[in-house]
């Protein structure tokens, strides 16, 4: 079997959590080879009621798991804008290298790997599109090269730093490819 993958940017983080959408309905994807695709509202539905184990990646590296919905360290929910994912992440090497990317703004965005259980198409329009109906996902990874750019990165990061001026800054930064 042949997973699929698509990369959004939108990710946020926070307190050892990266949160966004993994997903946005009903935008455009980068041009994918020949075509664009949307993702249907309910696409990721039954899956999320019927496969109770999912990962989160770095990359779509299964090398670099940051959490999976198995253990509670995922959560993945469907709302009116997209798959929304929360990831609390481990205390490992690569998840604080990867807080950092983020919180630079080196790494701005979320995908998802999955089958592809209904799709249409319109092979008259150039580009030709593609509808995501329904899909079966198998993980979310974040990614530094997303195929929908629709949406927005921002990092949430308290800091504290001691200097005669003030003893903690917090700072919102957010950064977006609109």
Not at 62 to 83: C, F, M
Not at 115 to 124: A, E, I, L, Q, S
Request: hydrophobic content about 40%.
């Amino acid at each position: 079997m042949s997973l699929e993958r698509r990369s959004v940017a939108n990710l946020e983080a926070s307190n050892g959590q990266l949160r966004g959408y993994a997903a946005v309905f009903d935008k455009d994807s980068q041009d994918l080879g020949g075509f664009i695709e949307r993702i249907r509202v309910g696409a990721f539905a039954n899956s999320l009621r019927t496969r109770p184990h999912v990962l989160a990646l770095s990359g779509h590296d299964t090398n670099q798991v940051l959490g999976n919905t198995a253990s509670g360290t995922l959560t993945l929910k469907e709302d009116a804008k997209g798959l929304h994912y929360t990831i609390d992440l481990p205390d490992t090497s690569a998840a604080r290298d990867l807080a950092v990317l983020v919180a630079r703004g080196d790494v701005r965005g979320a995908s998802f790997g999955f089958r592809t259980v209904r799709d249409g198409w319109d092979y008259d329009s150039t580009p030709m599109r593609r509808e995501l109906i329904e899909v079966e996902l198998y993980e979310v990874s974040i990614t530094a090269l997303p195929a929908y750019i629709d949406s927005s990165v921002a990092q949430r990061h308290l800091t504290q730093i001691r200097c005669p001026a003030r003893t903690h800054l917090t700072r919102w930064l957010t950064i977006s490819q609109l």
